[in-house]
């Protein structure tokens, strides 16, 4: 399994326009981050995780032209936007793409994108196909690759992280259930969602997220969705455990 980290920001992106902070005016590449997804390649399968409103850039950006699943873990702007743009994939492939969800985050889906919808579309329209999806209920992508909806708190919102083989993927939390607690130990690889070093009420703050990993041990865990509020990569980099680091764009991680 490969993960390309198409984006590792929090919903304004980093750098945030007109903002004159140090993590903003950074030359280094790892302080620019995009809009929050990844796209895991596993068994001959690209599945994206959220379609950001930067998908189109990231795609251009790491030299990918496929997406064959796409799973949401929920309906916020910064994690749906980007899906008009499956458009050239849709062409490309001659295919529509299956979207993944829980039903009131598809009925967003299907309000944002209506013109997709609508039984009068036109030629141009993304072509999606809608799946909905519970938390704990796992399914089959194309028969071998197993996908565990997780379920997590993002304030009050119930939302999705998903496990797939020994990978688990969550983001936009600020709360975990027992049963995720339990569905999500010993777990190889970890990406967990950590927005900025002060408490926000609907996001993991450095130190919860840290509190997390250490409850979860998996082997690794990489930090994801994070807010120019953060500071610098390698300053931020120097303050984690052994185990733990900050994920940035255009990272690919073999698993
Ligand atoms: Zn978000
Ligand atoms: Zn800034
Ligand atoms: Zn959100």
Aim: proline fraction near 5%; include cysteine; glycine fraction near 6%.
């Amino acid at each position: 399994m490969e993960v390309v980290f198409l984006g590792t920001g929090t919903s304004q992106g980093i750098p945030v326009i007109g903002c004159g902070c140090d993590v903003c005016l950074s030359d280094d590449e790892k302080d620019k981050r995009l809009r929050t997804s990844v796209l895991v390649k596993t068994e001959g399968i690209n599945i994206l995780i959220d379609a950001s409103p930067d998908f189109r850039r990231q795609m251009l950006d790491n030299n990918e032209d496929n997406v064959d699943v796409i799973l949401l873990t929920h309906e916020h702007n910064d994690h749906i936007i980007g899906m008009d743009d499956i458009r050239p994939i849709n062409f490309k492939y001659e295919k529509n793409i299956p979207v993944y969800g829980m039903a009131r985050v598809l009925d967003q889906v299907k309000q944002k994108f209506h013109y997709a919808f609508s039984e009068t579309s036109y030629p141009g329209a993304p072509k999606l196909n809608c799946v909905e999806i519970e938390a704990g209920k796992s399914f089959w992508l194309h028969k071998n690759v197993e996908v565990i909806p997780l379920l997590v708190f993002h304030a009050g919102l119930p939302i999705l992280g998903f496990r797939i083989q020994n990978f688990v993927y969550i983001t936009d939390a600020s709360h975990l259930p027992e049963e995720t607690i339990e569905a999500v130990a010993g777990a190889g690889v970890l990406i967990l969602n950590a927005l900025q070093r002060t408490k926000h009420f609907s996001h993991f703050n450095l130190e919860e997220a840290l509190e997390m990993i250490r409850l979860l041990h998996p082997n690794r865990a990489l930090l994801t969705h994070m807010s120019h509020h953060m500071g610098k990569h390698h300053v931020l980099l120097a303050d984690l455990p052994a185990n733990v680091e900050p994920a940035f764009d255009k990272m690919r991680l073999k698993i």
